[in-house]
């Protein structure tokens, strides 16, 4: 399996962006999607998970302001970020996760990672 991830850039505080994750390589309708983030000289963070029957979580700072969904079809999750902050700025990466009961086995994948600045 292998994640893809795009749609970072350059913002100012107050504006918009929309992360997409592209999975090749499984079946992307069986995995729980998330995505993390990580500033400079912190531990990388949870921001949002949707599950395979689209069940959404979000960390409290994000709340209202991003939204994750999924498109299976395209095999791909994305991050809405609105009235993004100074604080949101991070390298973001997208997670696919599923357990297998049957085989007592936990997959587990990162992307590269796309890299988010707001400014003041």
């Known amino acids: 399996v292998q994640l893809q991830a795009s749609g970072g850039g350059l913002v100012q505080a107050g504006g918009s962006l929309r992360l997409s994750c592209l999975l090749s390589?499984?079946?992307?309708?069986?995995?729980?999607m998330g995505w993390y983030r990580q500033a400079p000289g912190k531990q990388r963070e949870l921001v949002a998970t949707?599950?395979?029957?689209?069940?959404?979580n979000y960390t409290d700072s994000v709340k209202v302001r991003f939204t994750i969904s999924r498109d299976n079809a395209k095999k791909t999750v994305y991050l809405h970020m609105n009235s993004l902050k100074p604080e949101d700025t991070a390298v973001y990466y997208c997670n696919a996760h599923r357990e297998s009961q049957i085989l007592h086995r936990i997959y587990d994948y990162w992307g590269q990672g796309t890299q988010v600045t707001v400014s003041s």
């Open positions: 949707i599950s395979s029957v689209d069940t959404t």
């Open positions: 390589g499984g079946i992307f309708s069986t995995y729980d």
